[in-house]
């Protein structure tokens, strides 16, 4: 099925850990995106990569590292996890970034951090 | 900073009523995204509203874009328990970043 696919669904762990999440998408989308939605549904965007360059850096701890081996895969590595870090995130991608395209997410990864 | 705001936040209301969410802007979008989000999976996109005073249709869903393009409107005719969900609603502004209302609860009681 096209898609896009994130990994873990759900990942709890403790302060201090280091963790990954993964995406990928087959839609051969040019551009991708990592989301955090907190506890209140609000839409935060954190990245954006454009055919694996980073074009979108907000305001976010330098504790989160976006990688983009290819256009197909943005992952997520969060280190030194800290509780304000548990929220839902998401990965989406469109196809380009110019373009009054709509986003596709991915179904999400909880993150809890104890 | 630009913000879009999205009003109610949240709406619990009968099964065959009617409801409007409304999103608000003081900045000109150039199209507005309304997606919908059901637990556990991420946003899809219902509608995308390009035109200045622009109604689109689906189904029991009618999207209308502001004249002006700074603001939009959902309504659900006779609403059903399938509609519950969480309403976002995305500005997409001239460079094409896309600007995301709060979001708006709905839940339909049977």
């Known amino acids: 099925d096209t898609a896009v696919s994130q990994t873990p669904k759900y990942l709890v762990t403790q302060m201090g850990n280091d963790k990954s999440i993964k995406c990928e998408q087959n839609l051969g989308h040019d551009t991708m995106y990592w989301y955090k939605q907190d506890s209140k549904k609000f839409l935060k965007i954190m990245f954006s990569y454009n055919n694996k360059e980073l074009i979108i850096n907000e305001t976010v701890p330098n504790r989160f590292s976006p990688k983009s081996p290819d256009k197909a895969h943005l992952n997520l590595h969060i280190n030194s996890l800290e509780l304000g870090d548990s929220a839902v995130y998401f990965c989406?991608?469109?196809?380009?970034?110019?373009?009054?395209?709509?986003?596709?997410f991915g179904n999400g990864t909880r993150l809890t951090v104890t | 900073t630009q913000l879009l705001e999205q009003s109610p936040q949240f709406l619990s209301i009968q099964e065959g009523e009617n409801l409007t969410v409304y999103c608000n802007s003081s900045?000109?979008?150039?199209?507005l995204q309304w997606y919908r989000q059901e637990p556990g999976e991420g946003p899809v996109l219902l509608v995308t509203?390009?035109?200045g005073g622009e109604v689109k249709k689906l189904k029991r869903l009618t999207f209308q874009f502001g004249d002006a393009r700074k603001d939009s409107s959902l309504h659900i005719t006779a609403a059903q328990p399938g509609d519950t969900g969480l309403y976002l609603c995305a500005g997409v502004r001239s460079n094409y970043q896309l600007i995301w209302g709060a979001g708006t609860k709905l839940i339909i009681k049977p």
């Open positions: 989406a991608s469109r196809p380009q970034t110019g373009t009054n395209s709509p986003l596709h």
């Open positions: 900045s000109v979008f150039s199209s």
């Open positions: 509203v390009v035109t």
